[in-house]
């Protein structure tokens, strides 16, 4: 069973900090990752994309990913409120149609 | 920029009931997929489609079936909808590339399907 893996959470940081997302997957064959924004009541959308081992930067948020640990996350700096979400981890398993295997989620809270 | 619509944001039906999800895209996307996302379990696969008129079962595809008799166009049918059924279903799409590489998924914005 292909897994991914994320702390439930809830993770709660003050205004303005570093807010970091972890994920772990299971398939040691994915080549795809992804970050999902997920706000209440509402559907996913996406935020982040990387393929290779290293960092990924778009704005205030950076990507990482760590193919040998089988390890991905995600830094949001000068978190804001706006922020406050249920982010996904998800990863593009090996060999099947570019299905995506989705993490539960991990819920962000961003106190002023 | 990547555009899925669903037909509807709330539905509400009753018990027996066969129930019509409409989802399109306008990316001339080969995939698409459904998904319903419950509280606790997350994001799950019903069905997905890789062409037109071609499909495969996801996770929990019990209770439902799928059409999709043009590109652009993917339906999901609950033939005799139960109260089990109350979710939010999720449409997606993404290019097909080759398998494993790339792939992100756009989503739709949702349904929220009670059943009574």
């Known amino acids: 069973q292909k897994e991914v893996e994320q702390n439930s959470g809830p993770l709660s940081v003050p205004e303005g900090a570093i807010a970091s997302l972890n994920c772990t997957y299971s398939?040691?064959?994915?080549?795809?990752f992804f970050w999902y924004r997920q706000y209440s009541g509402k559907s996913p959308e996406l935020i982040m994309s990387i393929y290779s081992n290293g960092d990924k930067e778009d704005g205030r948020f950076t990507a990482q990913l760590n193919k040998a640990s089988q390890y991905v996350s995600l830094l949001i700096r000068d978190s804001q409120p706006s922020d406050s979400a249920t982010y996904l981890c998800?990863?593009?398993?090996?060999?099947?149609?570019?299905?995506?295997?989705f993490g539960a989620g991990t819920r962000l809270a961003v106190h002023p | 920029d990547v555009k899925v619509t669903q037909s509807s944001r709330y539905l509400v039906k009753r018990t027996g009931e066969k129930v019509f999800l409409e989802c399109v895209q306008d990316?001339?996307?080969?995939?698409m997929f459904w998904y319903r996302q419950d509280p606790g379990l997350g994001l799950r696969l019903i069905y997905f489609?890789?062409?037109?008129?071609?499909?495969e079962k996801g996770d929990i595809p019990e209770g439902y079936s799928v059409s999709r008799e043009k590109k652009e166009r993917f339906s999901l049918i609950l033939e005799s909808a139960s109260t089990n059924q109350t979710s939010m279903y999720l449409c997606?799409?993404?290019?097909?590339?080759?398998?494993?590489?790339?792939?992100?998924?756009?989503f739709g914005p949702g349904t929220r399907l009670t059943v009574l």
């Open positions: 398939d040691r064959g994915s080549q795809s």
């Open positions: 990316m001339d996307h080969e995939n």
């Open positions: 998800a990863v593009n398993i090996a060999g099947g149609y570019n299905k995506l295997i």
């Open positions: 997606a799409s993404s290019t097909q590339g080759a398998s494993g590489r790339y792939g992100e998924q756009f």
């Open positions: 489609s890789y062409d037109v008129k071609m499909k």
